[in-house]
């Protein structure tokens, strides 16, 4: 995210403040909000440094309760489509298929045409 501050700062924890009091928490975010050290008991940035103490602390709930959402959305469609599966019908087998179908019926003008080539071999095997 930004840069890292590990010692205490208070010129960046007071930008970070400001920052924040003008709503602007992507900038502070961006401007290390999430790394930045604050000690609230600085006697010189003791407000700013309870701000942003705040502030990490209600970012963190939030991102964490996003997690529990998009891990319990992914678990419920994983669940979801299980029970799917479990209701549709399993894939019948190419031999049961082919058991269990009935040949399919010959077009008329093919009937007609074995028929007369049937005729025409009786005639002639009893010739």
């Known amino acids: 995210m930004g840069q890292q501050h590990t010692v205490h700062d208070c010129a960046h924890l007071q930008a970070l403040a ?3 009091a003008d709503d602007a928490v992507d900038a502070a975010i961006e401007a290390g909000l999430m790394d930045v050290q604050a000690d609230p008991h600085c006697a010189q940035c003791s407000e700013e440094a309870q701000r942003v103490l705040s502030e990490q602390n209600r970012l963190r709930i939030n991102w964490a309760a996003r997690e529990r959402h998009r891990a319990r959305s992914a ?3 994983r669940r979801a489509a299980e029970r799917q599966a ?3 019908p399993a894939p019948a087998s190419a031999a049961a298929l082919a058991v269990s179908a009935p040949a399919p019926a010959l077009p008329a003008a093919v009937a007609a045409a074995l028929a007369r080539a049937k005729a ?3 005639k002639h095997s009893r010739s």
């Open 75 to 77: 678990r419920l469609q």
């Open 120 to 122: 025409r071999a009786a």
């Open 86 to 88: 479990k209701r549709a």
């Open 18 to 20: 400001a920052l924040l």
